[in-house]
């Protein structure tokens, strides 16, 4: 989970009952209490205070049960920043919780984001997280821009080690901090049965698949042993090391991991690999950009399993590579096979989408 610090407390008003009906007051109360939790819905300013989070696990909750009960002591002097007056010292507070690859225990990383580099001031709240047994490593990102982003410039391992370790279908992972991961493993299992089950390799080693927006290797590294080769594309530099690292855990030579921005390809995209048999493509939010839709046309794959958390811009995708896009002049040619909704976010109104596509 990723909690928010900020300097303006939302306060949502009781719900109200009435009779049998019950009635949700939608006008909200400001103060100007520090606050720690998650932004108010359409706020980017104010924050919910959130003393427990069912979302997270156990020892996940025992971490922000104390870090609530500590980072507004004033005796410590810590400080949420302030994202109008950019002054203030806390950002985030990010939890994860993976497992021990060999005794199966919790394994929790808990990273702080600060707006600089002040090790001593978060010292008394890292001693006191510390005690949880669970917590094998304290991560500070410093991140010094005035936006809002949780990955830091620097990164610095304040306790323990700098990676946790997950299990997924049979294969052990190793995430850091910046590095995306699905953030609930039970249901992750599930997706990945499901992108494999869409993607139908026939399993005898032949086939070529790219694994686009491969974050840690997960996907791709799962299929990595029906497959010839697995080639995996993402952005974030921390993540290609972590897939690299990944591969190596498992043993597995078939796969090769590049870091590069498929916002920004460019003619020589594809040289470097064999025209693929399968692509997965795993875009975050605002999905693909036009370029990888032009490109992805031009390879023509047979299959492309499209996995998408936002079904907005998943139906506009699926539309371009089925129908083509007129004012780019370009022809679509797949035919939209399956779309299996895959509920990964519990409690929330986030859905994510398994989507087969086959070459018409
Ligand atoms: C929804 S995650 C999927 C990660 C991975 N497939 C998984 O299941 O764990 C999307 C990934 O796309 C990466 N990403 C976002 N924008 C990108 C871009 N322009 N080029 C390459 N990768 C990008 C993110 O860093 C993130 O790892």
Redesign the pocket.
Known sequence: MEFSFGTKRWVQKELKDKGEEVEVKQETNETDGYALGLHAPGFFDKVLHVQKCFLQSEPADKVLAVVQETWMDPAIGLTPYDVHKHVGFLKHLMIRTGRNISTGTPEVMVNFVTSCYKPDVLMPLVDKITKIPEVVSVINNVNSSVGNSSVGEQEYTLYGKPNITEMLRGLAFQISAN????TNTKQ?DV??KLIEDSAGLKGDGSEIVL??????????LTFARRAKHIYG????PE?IEDARKNAKLNGINNATFVQ?????INESFGKEFPKPDII?S?????GM?MKLIKWLLEVKAPRIVY???NPATCARDLDYLCHGVEEKDLRGFYELKSVIPVDMFPHTPHIECVCLLELR
């Open positions: 590095s995306f991961f699905q992750a997706l990945y694994d686009l927006f491969c974050g840690t290797g997960t996907i791709g594309y993402e952005v974030v993540a590069g921005d498929l916002n920004k997965i795993d875009p975050n939010r605002p950009h996995v998408s958390c």
